[in-house]
């Protein structure tokens, strides 16, 4: 049976970024590419490089984890709604010209970090008028800022670790100070990570005062804000969140890391962490965890998607919540997706749910009045 083209939604799906993140990405984008039905999707890839180029064409994930980007045609969204779609950017005799080259249904943003995750990207395509997947800009720039988050998690009366944030501007300019604050949050260990940023990128977990000035200065290098807390020796627990206004949580899975912490190396490189699904929790627990993971979501007014991570102190048996990550990993081994699969939802269906709720909060979005309206 053929399929007519014209039924298919067509499908952006951004990948790389200007981000630390950008190499988790080529392999998350990867995933889901490879779930996208053909017979249900044109599926059009477009890439980000390291320096913020929007690239697209044939294959052009591959070619961007090769570097070998010089065949791909440079591209663009235009934040004006009345010309919708991706364009080309073409050089003439007479100057850069733009070409439409296709309408979008929705774009699929498979970015992590800064530039794809924070709420930048959702704020183009909100101007652009565009159904997209995941969070909008408020949910995505308080998720990714964990300092931001933190404050709104204590407002809701949802436990965090404790914590301070402190600026590259102070370290650079009176380390001793920055240590001290520090140092006032807890006693050593001390955990130090960029606030906007994910996959265990620039975290340090400090001993010591030499420790935490070289954490201090790591962190520093990917944010100018920095996230200084507490260190718990505590279980890693995370639960996925799915849906808009009605979010439902996972089952919850536990972390079994492979190094200290849940690293990037643990995650990405030697791949050797566990995951413990469901994890192995009371009844109770589980169910708390769910009902945090969903209160979390809708504090910060988050949609589509996001993996709620938690700590659980080993000693006290108290429950923290870590972070909401709003656009979380989807490589193979990638919690998220094997969370829902475990609760019954496999990868193929869950990317099209996805999809789904991301026409539905477009539709939401377009019930707003954009014009004043005089009352009698």
Not at 126 to 154: H, I, N, P, Q, W
Not at 244 to 261: T, W, Y
Request: glycine share 8%; net charge negative.
């Amino acid at each position: 049976m053929t399929t007519n083209p014209s039924t298919r939604l067509k499908i952006a799906v951004l990948f790389g970024g200007r981000s630390g993140e950008h190499e988790v990405s080529l392999v998350s984008a990867q995933s889901v590419l490879s779930v996208l039905d053909p017979a249900k999707y044109e599926v059009l890839q477009v890439g980000i490089t390291h320096e913020g180029a929007w690239l697209t064409g044939d294959n052009v994930r591959d070619l961007l984890e090769k570097g070998e980007t010089k065949g791909l045609i440079p591209c663009t969204l235009l934040p004006d709604p009345s010309k919708p779609g991706l364009y080309a950017l073409r050089i003439t005799d007479h100057g850069t010209v733009l070409e439409k080259l296709t309408d979008i249904d929705v774009i699929f943003p498979v970015l992590h970090g800064t530039c794809g995750e924070d709420g930048t990207l959702q704020g183009l395509l909100e101007m652009a008028d565009l159904a997209y997947v995941g969070a909008g800009v408020t949910g995505s720039a308080v998720g990714m800022d964990k300092g931001v988050f933190k404050d709104v998690m204590r407002t809701n009366g949802i436990p965090t670790v404790e914590s301070v944030i402190v600026l590259r501007n102070e370290i650079e300019k009176d380390m001793e100070s920055v240590i001290r604050k520090a140092e006032a949050v807890a006693a050593y260990p001390l955990f130090v990570k960029p606030a906007n940023l994910g996959s265990s990128v620039g975290i340090t977990k400090c001993r010591s005062r030499a420790d935490l000035a070289e954490g201090l200065l790591e962190a520093a290098s990917y944010d100018r804000r920095v996230l200084v807390e507490r260190g718990v020796n505590a279980r890693e627990i995370e639960a996925s969140v799915l849906g808009n206004d009605e979010p439902q949580a996972s089952v919850p899975g536990e972390v079994l890391p492979s190094r200290e912490f849940y690293s990037y190396e643990s995650k990405y490189i030697d791949g050797t962490s566990c995951l413990l699904i469901p994890a192995p929790l009371p009844t109770e627990t589980a169910e708390k965890i769910r009902q945090m993971a969903v209160s979390a979501y809708k504090a910060i007014d988050c949609a589509g998607m996001a993996r709620v991570d938690f700590f659980i102190d080993k000693v006290t048996e108290e429950i923290f919540l870590n972070e909401v990550n709003t656009i979380p990993g989807f490589t193979s081994i990638s919690m998220y997706p094997k969370l829902w699969e475990a609760t019954g939802l496999p990868y193929a269906k869950l990317v099209d749910r996805l999809i789904e709720l991301a026409l539905e909060r477009k539709a939401e979005r377009d019930r707003t009045e954009r014009r004043f309206r005089r009352t009698a």
